[in-house]
């Protein structure tokens, strides 16, 4: 996906960018494969790939919520800032704390967020069990089971707010014996499959209030 592709498929998620906004991915995805050769952030670096399997696919969250709406994010597992750093970028009025329980990830984190002189978010070295405080929106892009997932995010999900789990193909990991486990305890209240653009791989987001 190159850019100008990058640009229409995201207008088609409701999103259309400013040339500021544009300028800050490009120096993003520049940041990114500068430090991947200091510390392994991730084994995408080609700029087509960056552009669809982590920009884009970070902003298919836009599917099931409309962010512009919302005040505060985490993103649990954050990574390489996935789809953490790309959010605010995309979505100014957000409050963001990125939680990573690498401390090089979390230096580099911080590193970027002043590089691109982004406000109002924070990298946090910490597990997601370990972290106390209350989203509107609590993320986690393709890092772990569901079921082991929840322990790590429902207790940051406000009253009013909701858990995003950010998957790949869910169909075996999603069986209705464990929606209907998850279900006793949370609220499934969306599950929304669809397919990435250009390799057509799987996508699933899972939508999951408090009760």
Known sequence: MNKEEFIISIKELGIELTEEQLVKLNKFYNLLIEWNEKINLTRITEEKEVYLKHFYDSL???KVVDLSTKETLCDVGTGAGFPGIVLKIVFPNLKITLVDSLLKRVNYLNAIISDL???NIHAIHSRGEDFKEKFDVVTARAVANIEKLLGFTMHLVNKEGMFIAMKGNIEEEMTSEVI????KKYQITEINKFLLPKENSNR???VIKNK
């Open 60 to 62: 298919t969250i836009s």
């Open 117 to 119: 002189k982004l406000e």
């Open 180 to 183: 209907n486990k998850i279900n």
């Open 204 to 206: 699933s987001l899972v």
